[in-house]
């Protein structure tokens, strides 16, 4: 069986017994990639296409539609990653709660001030919003619920969970001393938290993302950062990453996607989706 393989960071001992190409061929029977885009125009050029396999929780890199309407499958690996998104997540808030990137820079500039970074706040005396109560969400929600947070969620399919409030997402919104989002980026998804959302948050609300770039109007962000109507936000993604320049305001911790990473995950995350290409293969 041939397979095409348009990331080198695959082991190519995961792939014994199979046939890896690096060019497009009638043979193809499965893509594998992590990032690159498998679009309809790719799928066209490989007629013995079976399945699209990605090494990434999302999957928003690949023209499903035009997979379903070839009868290729899509599978992507949801939950190789959750304990390390869900610990980026809690450690981008404390990082907010607790000032500690205003504080270590200021510290550096040779200063000693522990109020560098304004008012910090207790964790415990927050309630803490999560939009997506899936294995990220979940994961999340456990966190806070042992550090004595109140925890409130959103999700198009509510399920119950002990010592969460399940609410509408205005009204999550508009109570929450922090919002932290766990949604896959689709049609629906996409600029979730805009203006006209952030209008409607608490003043000093924090916001923190690890889900997809495109799920916050970033550039509302830094408006309402700068007018000072966010009391912080936090983004590990970016709706172009690389970004040409890093987005610059008060309050505002960046990191470079990398909540999902430890080697241990990295490794998990090639092996599920070889092992679920196998699988769909009977390879």
Known sequence: ???????????????????????????????????????????????????????TVGFDHIDVDAADERGVAVVSVPEYCTQEVADHALALLYALTRGVVTLDADVRRGAWNPKAAGPLRRLAELRVGIVGLGRIGNA??????????????????????????????????????????????????RNLIGRAQIATMKRDAYLVNTARGAVVDVGAVLEALHAGRLGGAALDVLPQEPPPLAPLAPRLVLTPHAAWYSEAAEERSYRLAVARVRELLGA
């Open 1 to 55: 069986m041939t397979i095409l393989l348009l990331e080198d960071r695959y082991p190519l001992e995961l792939l014994e017994g199979f046939e890896v190409v690096h060019t497009p061929q009638e043979d193809v029977v499965a893509v594998l990639t992590i990032d690159e885009p498998v679009d309809a125009e790719l799928m066209n050029r490989l007629p013995s296409l079976r399945v699209v396999a990605t090494a």
């Open 140 to 189: 999340v929600a456990t966190r806070l619920l042992a550090l004595g947070a109140e925890v409130w969620a959103h999700d198009i399919v509510p399920v119950a969970r002990d010592g969460v409030r399940f609410v509408e997402l205005d009204e999550l919104l508009a109570a929450c001393d922090a919002i932290t989002l766990h949604v896959p980026l689709t049609r629906e998804t």
